[in-house]
């Protein structure tokens, strides 16, 4: 009898052993696989190329302007040195893995043969017009072993389809004309050269694509529009404040104007940033004006330190002159760029790989100078990482070096010189087990830090005008003045009464007397936010029109994002 009370009592406490196991395995199991946002393969396998660089040549270049006003004859545009080679060679120097051509741009002139116009290579000079860039250019990516990108602007100055239009005819009735000439243009690019690993729309694109995105790029990221995979940060600066979240929630990401401001390590969207910017600050084509405001090497290592080392991609752009060649000064500040980048960071003094946990410690060759710390995690398992600081063994305790939250594809920290013999990484806040790619220790001589910048990604409202419904339900408001960059901004409408509410409606962007698409403006509230994607020029004019359908009065303030 008391043997069975023994075996009795045994029983239940193994069954109690067993719930008890299963209680800890289930909540070590939801920890480990909380759902989070991760890239696609693709995602991937264009984020690590880290740099690419954009090669922006058009009638425009010709003209001395940003915008093609197709002053130029067909007969003058013959740019007899062009080498595709030399554009390669070009992205080398610098260490990038993507040449981003602009195989049409707004006033639709078409760098390959094309029987959708009269305005294109074919109908110069160039080879007798038998001559084809991108088939050129798609060639020697080849030979380099570099990647191609196509940008085939959806709008056309031809069709009356401008700036800010995704392709959108001023005149109805030629809309499904037009539809046909974009949906073969677009074809024709993605389907007779090499595969394309980006497809840039600029923008927005109104035009059905989808079947031929479908077809022949399904290897590739799309940038803007309604099957955009990769999201603009708002800003052309090359730039990004911190932290960066390559996640942003899908109703925000669904608008197709969500920027890095929208970006939420929470998100359910892998939609990573795309840092851009020009090498003449701020234009995008050659002139020889414009060559005098080439950027400094200063200038573009805080780029990377604030694009590639934030976790994002750098794309800066390219611009032949109207020779055909990427000028010799450019050549020399690309290489310069390139051989910095690797002075700096080919080489770590220290590193470890492949590690899981939430702290790691990296010995050093013994005790050294350094003052880099990067970070890489893996991110395909998606935002894992969310704050961790990185501490060094110095007069035998742990100092504080350095902390931060994102880390994403690499974090590159910096901090004033310091004799260590072991660095201590440790993430204090994550979702799921962190996952380190590598964590690695580096000395750079003669180290001078970026200028400090501010972390608010935006600026501080500013007063616009006052307005008053009794007088008129609609507001024309002129922000030609406030708009001078490329960039994103928002006006907020302010009662004088705080309990008034307020129902803002008939919003419309206005582009030098043109309506464009209403993809570029939201409305949350009492407040109207813009995207403005183009490019500022000295004669372009931006307005927005708007009603607000309640009798109030108030002012209406102002403020852009953060434009470094």
């Known amino acids: 009898m008391k043997y069975l009370q023994s075996s009795d009592t045994m029983l239940k ?100 043969q094309t029987e959708t116009t009269d305005y294109g290579i074919k109908d110069t000079p160039y080879k007798n017009g038998k001559g084809d860039v991108l088939k050129e250019l798609s060639a020697s990516c080849k030979k380099f072993g570099l990647n191609l990108g196509i940008y085939v602007y959806p709008g056309d100055e031809t069709w009356g389809a401008g700036i800010g239009s995704g392709g959108q005819t001023k005149d109805p009735t030629k809309q499904e004309a037009y539809n046909k000439v974009f949906r073969t243009q677009l074809e024709e690019t993605l389907a007779n050269y090499s595969e394309v690993i980006e497809v840039w729309f600029d923008g927005s694109c109104v035009i059905d694509v989808s079947d031929i995105l479908e077809k022949y790029a399904k290897k590739a990221v799309i940038f803007q529009g309604p ?59 050659w002139s020889p004006e414009n060559e005098e405001k080439r950027k400094s090497l200063d200038e573009l290592m805080e780029c990377y330190y604030r694009s590639v080392g934030y976790g994002s991609v750098f794309l800066l752009n390219s611009t032949p002159d109207t020779s055909g060649l990427i000028p010799e000064a450019d050549r020399k500040l690309y290489k310069a760029f390139g051989d910095e980048i690797d002075r700096r960071f080919k080489v770590p003094i220290s590193s470890i790989e492949n590690k899981k946990g939430k702290v790691l410690v990296l010995e050093l ?55 260590l013999s072991k660095i201590r990484l440790t993430v204090t806040k994550h979702v799921n087990e962190p996952v380190i790619r590598s964590l690695s220790t580096y000395y750079v001589d003669g180290f001078v830090p970026p200028p400090k910048k501010a972390v608010s ?13 009794e007088v008129s339900r609609k507001i024309n408001l002129d922000l030609t003045g406030e708009i001078n960059l490329p960039g994103q901004f928002t006006v907020k409408i302010e009662p004088d009464d705080s309990g008034k509410e307020v129902e803002i409606s ?26 403005r994607t183009a490019q500022v020029t000295e004669d372009s004019k931006i307005e927005l029109r708007f009603n607000i359908n309640a009798k109030v009065k108030g002012k209406i303030q102002f403020r852009p994002a953060l434009i470094y």
């Open 365 to 419: 060759p013994k005790t050294q100078k350094i003052n880099h710390v990067i970070i890489m995690e893996d991110y395909r398992l998606g935002h894992r990482i969310r704050e961790y600081k990185i501490e060094g063994f110095m007069n035998n305790e742990w100092k504080e070096l350095c902390n931060g939250q994102s880390v994403g594809r690499k974090k590159i920290d910096y901090f004033d010189d310091v004799e």
């Open 13 to 112: 406490r193994f069954f109690l052993l067993v719930v008890f196991l299963s209680l800890v395995i289930q909540v070590v199991f939801s920890q480990e696989v909380k759902s989070l946002a991760k890239p696609s393969s693709i995602q991937f396998q264009w984020h690590e190329q880290e740099r690419i660089m954009f090669v922006c040549l058009d009638p425009c270049t010709w003209q001395g302007r940003e915008y093609d006003n197709h002053s130029t004859p067909l007969d003058e545009i013959n740019p007899k040195q062009l080498n595709t080679d030399q554009w390669c060679e070009t992205a080398q120097l610098w260490g990038a893995k993507e040449i981003l051509f602009v195989a049409k741009h707004t006033g639709g002139f078409c760098w390959w």
């Open 457 to 469: 990604p935006w600026s501080e409202w500013k007063f616009i005008s006052y307005f008053n419904t």
């Open 227 to 285: 099957h955009a995979t990769l999201r603009w940060p708002g800003t052309e600066s090359g730039k990004l404040f911190y932290p960066v979240w390559n996640t942003v929630n899908y109703e925000e990401f669904k608008t197709g104007v969500s920027t890095q401001v929208q970006g939420d390590p929470n998100g359910d969207v892998w939609a990573p940033l795309e840092a851009n910017t020009t090498l003449y600050d701020h234009n995008w084509f």
């Open 506 to 531: 008939s919003v419309e962007l206005i582009y030098d007397g043109r309506k464009v698409l209403n993809d570029f403006i939201t409305v949350k509230g009492n407040e109207i936010n813009i995207n």
